[in-house]
């Protein structure tokens, strides 16, 4: 059964953030996004779920529209890939 993975470019600083200092990076491994290096975030099943709960306000939230699947630190949105393994 495939494994199904998200993954964002965000920047080095963003990465970082969203992987130690964001709301989802204090829960539990499975629900935290993971900072890949490089600039670059990923996103189990579990850790998009617990992201898209997150409030507009905040760092890391995601949206789903005609623009496509994005996560959000501050202003900037970022596309999330959908990767299986």
Do not use: C
Not at 47 to 70: K, P, V
């Amino acid at each position: 059964m495939a494994e199904h993975r998200w993954i964002a470019k965000v920047g080095e600083d963003n990465a970082i953030f969203l992987a130690t200092e964001s709301r989802t990076a204090r829960l539990a491994r499975e629900y935290r996004p993971v900072d890949l290096g490089d600039g670059q975030i990923e996103l189990s099943k579990l850790a998009l779920g617990a992201s898209r709960e997150m409030g507009e306000e905040e760092d890391g939230y995601i949206t789903d529209d005609g623009e496509g699947l994005r996560i959000w630190v501050g202003d900037d949105a970022f596309e999330l890939e959908l990767h299986e393994t």
